[in-house]
Nanobody
Framework: QIQLVESGGGLVQPGGSLRLSCAAS????????MYWVRQAPGKGLEWVSY????????VYADSVKGRFTISRDNAKNMLYLQMSSLKSEDTAVYYC????????RGQGTQVTVFS
C-alpha cells in the first residue's frame, strides 16, 4: 500500500529556511503527480505545492510562491520541499500526498516558525 514518510521539520525563526523530505514506497512514485499539503493549528488541510511526474511542471499556492520550491528524485522515490523566508503563518504540519486532498499522507512533519 501507499506509504509516505515526511521528515525535516523543526523550529525556525522568521526568515529562516527548512528542507522537507518525503520518502515514498508501495506505489510507482514516478507515475504520480505529488503534492505537499499542510494543516495549521485549528484549520483544514491546504495544498501548498505540486509537481508533475517528471518534475517539469510545478505549481505553488499564492501564499508560498517565490519562497518554496518543490522537487523530486524519481530514482530515489523522494519528494522535497525547500522552504525559505519562512513566516509565522507557515507554521503547520506538512504532509506529502498523492492528491491535493491529502490522500495517502503520512504522519507529517511539524514546522514551527517563531520569533
Amino acid at each position: 500500500q501507499i506509504q509516505l514518510v515526511e521528515s525535516g521539520g523543526g523550529l525556525v525563526q522568521p526568515g529562516g529556511s527548512l528542507r522537507l523530505s518525503c520518502a515514498a514506497s508501495g506505489f510507482t512514485f514516478s507515475s504520480e503527480w505529488m503534492y505537499w499539503v499542510r494543516q495549521a493549528p485549528g484549520k483544514g488541510l491546504e495544498w501548498v505545492s505540486y509537481i508533475s511526474t517528471g518534475g517539469k511542471t510545478t505549481v505553488y499556492a499564492d501564499s508560498v510562491k517565490g519562497r518554496f520550491t518543490i522537487s523530486r528524485d524519481n530514482a530515489k522515490n523522494m519528494l522535497y520541499l525547500q522552504m525559505s523566508s519562512l513566516k509565522s503563518e507557515d507554521t503547520a504540519v506538512y504532509y506529502c500526498a498523492i492528491d491535493p486532498q491529502g490522500q495517502g499522507r503520512g504522519q507529517g512533519t511539524q514546522v514551527t516558525v517563531f520569533s
